[in-house]
């Protein structure tokens, strides 16, 4: 039968959590110098500035046996 699992992250943590994942894609692909402090805070801005509220549902439904 089709359930329903709810995640709950606070929005300042769901910010921080993607705003650390660009900044260190953005260093691997060499557009952001990790000793910069200001273009580093300034990701972090920008992450908060488009996240107002988040809200994540995934919706699991069971499959027939694989047999």
Do not use: C, W
């Amino acid at each position: 039968d089709d359930s329903q699992l709810h995640m709950y992250m606070p929005t300042k943590s769901f910010i921080n959590y993607f705003a650390n994942l660009e900044v260190i894609t953005m260093m691997q692909d060499g557009k952001l110098d990790p000793t910069d402090a200001a273009a580093v805070a300034k990701v972090y801005a920008d992450m908060e500035a488009r996240v107002e509220s988040i809200n994540v549902s995934f919706v699991m439904k069971a499959i027939e046996e694989i047999k």
